[in-house]
């Protein structure tokens, strides 16, 4: 099989980095290698992904049709990681949107260790 980089920022090959954790069911080790394979997830439309690592008291919140429709509606070009410590990520995610106007999503989240897995809390836009 073809390798292919990763849709994060890494610029390691697929299956040596978000590919782990969305494909290989392999433990994510960070609050950033999550915030990442959750930024692939949505370039792939991995709707599954994006809710079981969500911490559990937020996925009322979520909806797997809404996550889809707002994924695939969007073609996800980059990502760009601004800063991060144990638990927190700040982050801009470049895409295209339906109209294919390039558009910017910033983020602040907050991620939370629980149970041997990490989970995305909640994020701060501006
Ligand atoms: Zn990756």
């Known amino acids: 099989m073809a390798t292919h980089k990763c849709f994060c920022d890494t610029g390691l090959p697929f299956e040596n980095c978000c590919g782990l954790y969305l494909e290989n069911n392999q433990k994510v080790p960070t609050a950033l290698a999550l915030m990442r394979s959750r930024y692939s997830a949505y370039a792939t439309h991995n709707a599954e992904y994006l809710l079981e690592t969500t911490y559990i008291s937020e996925r009322k919140y979520y909806s797997k049709t809404e996550i889809l429709k707002w994924g695939a509606a969007n ?47 909640d994020g701060k836009f501006e």
């Open 75 to 121: 073609k996800w070009q980059k990502l760009e990681i601004l800063s991060f410590t144990e638990n927190t990520v700040e982050f801009k995610a470049y895409f295209l949107n339906s109209d294919n106007k390039p558009q910017t999503h910033y983020e602040f989240s907050t991620f939370k260790f629980e149970n041997n897995a990490w989970f995305y809390v």
